[in-house]
């Protein structure tokens, strides 16, 4: 490490901040810039939906069935964290959009087209990555009526 990167770190902790060689960014711009981010995944989902050859008199439907994963917070917010996440990240949805393109079965295409674009949809709108304490605490802040 060298000195400069030394005084910079030792800097950022007296201050609070990150080190960040004079970059900041507030978690306001950060979050703004995660929603636009999942636009385009939802825009990008959709097309891939289309070009694939997925019904559009389903897709509104298709596009909620994710949800179902929300069922773990029945049991208690940590099983639903796990479950909701396990189904609301990019991974999961581009490892089946891939695999259904690497094999040639189009359902399987079109399924990991429905969960990139699901992904998208709720990154947009706010809704991030669940942590295990509430149902409200994400990745993105909290959300309902004491957050957005």
Sequence with gaps: MTAAT??????????????????SASPRSVTTVLRI????????GLA???????????ALPLLFLPDLAMVGYLRDARVGAVTYNLVHNWAIGLVVLGL?????VA??????????????????????LKYPTS???THLG????NGR
């Design 6 to 23: 030394m005084q910079l770190e030792a800097s950022a902790q007296a201050t609070g901040q990150a080190a960040t060689s004079g970059v």
């Design 107 to 128: 359902a399987i295409a079109i399924t990991g087209a429905i969960l990139v674009a699901h992904t998208g949809m709720d990154r947009a709108l706010g809704y991030g």
């Design 48 to 58: 891939v939906f289309g070009a694939l050859g997925g019904s559009w008199l389903l």
């Design 100 to 104: 259904g393109l690497w094999s040639g």
């Design 37 to 44: 981010e999942g636009l385009a995944g939802f825009v990008a």
């Design 142 to 145: 909290r959300i309902g009526r």
């Design 135 to 137: 149902f409200r605490d």
